[in-house]
């Protein structure tokens, strides 16, 4: 069969093809993108290999990595399309797919949670997989077989068996103490799972044939023995006698029997701990700047100010400047990264309002003869959610939902996203004043910012101004705190009748506290042509008082105070104001000649 006679094949079945690159595995770009592009014969002609899109095509893949998964692969249907790889000869079944049309996400399965490089099996659901070109190969040419969601979630679970099944397999020792083994397995299986006696019987007797143990009935005996056991609160195996007899990491079994118990493991796996000779060895990245050096990536930072002052005008321009790769005010961006995805959660804010002030800045783009990145950029208004509301962030639904769609955005840029939430009292639902409510929600932030990603979020101010609302708790973990207020009148620019003026404070910098990049500053924007500019933050009060000691100084030559000047219809100082600029200026000039 032809390459276009695959790809012709495949779409009679409703799956999409991508052309791809067969030495890296992914997709190749078109105009930059590959998802849901129009692709032409040539393109595929020219391509090394073909791959199949899965979001587009509506079907998930069952990615077999460790080959000796493939011995329990019999365990999930078979009737479906099946693709594999040749490897000395031999082809392996490595691919299974399946359509289905409900809520699903990836799912991977590691041998060490710590080496991305040691996935046993996975669920793929939002990227693409290599079917054709090099050495891949169909094995079974059917349309992938259909599930209702019953069938999913019993797919989910026979893979999750799989993963666990492939690591015990492999652990089983060659000869000798093998009684043992199983007994311990049994008690990890009454301790971890709430399957019947059956289930557990048939999970253990899938392990014995995989690795020809012929000793059936004495090992399955071990299984009821363990469960009398643990009936009658006698000791039985777990997690530390499993780590012991193989040899490993608690964490790193605890993980493998997570993947099928129903309930919370008696015996939990310690945090993980290094030496401090593996800690100083290990290779962390130094901090990566976006723009230098406000925005760095896997930072946290809170944006806060009293109501119509301009945090979402403010959050929607840093966020276009991020998804573009352009300067931010008077922050470079720097010249080694790419522009990244951003999410712009948005949940005040009317839809139109919204729209119309993303037009104001991509039309500006237009103006300028920019070309505005209109993919790195996503926005989630309130309207289009389900029922026009967010399921609060404070609770599981919520997290998880956003988390979907940042892996999701992770999976068709191979970028984290900057993920913006605007704001806090609108995506929760919880007493913005308890301590406790606030640390959850933090920890959760915190856990976005481990695993790579970049929160920006906003919140309002007290009444008074002076902090922002709620539990100060919030402020603790956050690398970044940005106040915004409006200027005073002695603060104001007179030349910038029509732009609106924003005083920016740094209330925190984990980097940069006290240095200059903490001085405050003005930003504006036009409301004609929405462009934003900063500018130094002075008080007009000391300006004049300068002016009038300079006057007095240099002009006049006056090294010491007299009455007249305090008087005076144009520069009047008083006494102590003028010493004090004296003694100033002096000091200035001594650690200048220092």
């Known amino acids: 069969m032809t390459i276009l006679e695959q790809v012709k094949s495949f779409h009679e079945q409703g799956i999409y093809c991508v052309p791809a690159n067969i030495t890296n595995k992914r997709p190749i770009n078109k105009n930059g993108h590959w998802k849901n592009v129009e692709w032409t014969d040539e393109d595929f ?39 594999g790889k040749i490897e000395n000869s031999k082809t392996y079944p490595t691919h299974l797919f399946y359509r289905y049309e409900g809520f699903r ?52 679970k026979i893979v999750r068996k799989i993963a666990l099944m492939t690591m015990l397999a492999k652990h089983y020792p060659k000869k000798g103490n093998r009684d043992q083994y199983c007994l311990i397995l049994a008690g990890c299986l009454a301790r971890y799972t709430d399957w019947p006696t059956t289930e557990k019987e048939d999970f ?65 796996p310690p945090i993980t701990a290094l ?50 790769g352009e300067k931010f005010l008077k922050y470079d961006w720097q010249q080694n990264s790419k522009p990244i995805p ?64 940042l892996e999701q955005m992770f999976q068709q840029f191979n970028q984290r996203p900057v993920v913006f ?61 940005i106040k915004l207020s409006e200027p005073d009148k002695d603060q104001k620019i007179d030349y910038l009748t029509n732009d609106t003026q924003i005083v920016i404070q740094f209330k925190k910098w984990r980097e940069w506290n006290y240095t200059l990049h903490s001085k405050p500053f003005i930003a504006s924007v036009n409301r004609d042509s929405f462009k934003w500019s900063w500018h130094e933050l002075k008080c007009k009060k000391e300006t004049e008082k300068q002016t009038a000691f300079a006057y007095w100084s240099k002009e006049q030559k006056q090294i010491s105070w007299k009455d007249e000047m305090k008087d005076h219809d144009l520069y009047p100082i008083s006494k102590a104001m003028f010493y004090k600029i004296q003694n100033k200026q002096k000091k200035e000039a001594l650690n200048g000649k220092a």
């Open 45 to 83: 002609l020219n391509a090394s290999a073909i791959g199949i899109e899965h979001e587009k095509s509506g079907i998930i893949d069952i990615d077999f990595d460790d080959l000796n998964a493939i011995k329990f692969q019999h365990l999930l249907p078979r009737d479906t399309l099946t693709v």
């Open 105 to 156: 996400k990836k799912i991977t399965h590691l041998e060490d949670r710590n080496k991305l490089d040691s996935v046993i099996v996975e669920i793929l659901t939002h990227t693409q997989t290599i079917v054709g070109g090099g050495n891949r190969v169909t094995i079974n040419n059917v349309p992938p077989k259909k599930l209702n969601d019953q069938q999913y979630l019993n797919l989910v």
């Open 204 to 268: 253990l007797l899938e392990i014995l044939k995989a690795v020809g143990d012929e000793e059936v009935k004495s090992r399955l005996a071990k299984i009821k023995y363990q469960e009398n056991a643990l009936a009658n609160n006698e000791d039985v195996y777990g997690i530390q006698s499993f780590s012991k007899e193989v040899n490993l990491d608690k964490s790193i079994c605890g993980e493998w029997w997570n993947w099928v118990n129903n309930k919370e493991l008696d015996s939990t």
């Open 275 to 324: 030496s401090i000779g593996e800690f100083i060895e290990r290779n962390y990245p130094a901090a990566d700047y976006l723009l230098y050096p406000l925005v760095a990536k896997e930072t946290i930072t809170q944006i806060w100010s009293s109501p119509g002052v301009g945090k979402t005008l403010m959050g929607l321009e840093l966020a276009a400047c991020l998804a573009n």
């Open 342 to 405: 951003v999410l712009y959660v948005e949940g005040e804010m009317s839809a139109n309002q919204l729209q119309d002030r993303i037009l104001l800045i991509t039309d500006r783009y237009l103006r300028e003869a920019k070309k505005f990145n209109f993919t790195h950029f996503k926005i989630a208004p309130l309207k289009e959610q389900l029922n026009h509301t967010f399921d609060p962030l404070n609770l599981p639904l919520g997290r998880m939902r956003l988390e979907l769609q």
């Open 421 to 481: 939430l605007d704001n806090v009292s609108c995506l929760t639902n919880f007493q913005e004043k308890d301590g406790n409510e606030w640390i959850s929600f933090m920890n959760f932030l915190i856990q976005l910012r481990s695993k790579g990603y970049t929160v920006i979020f906003f919140h309002h101010a007290t009444k008074e101004g002076s902090s922002s609302s709620g539990s100060n708790m919030k402020e603790r973990p956050v690398d970044l705190e």
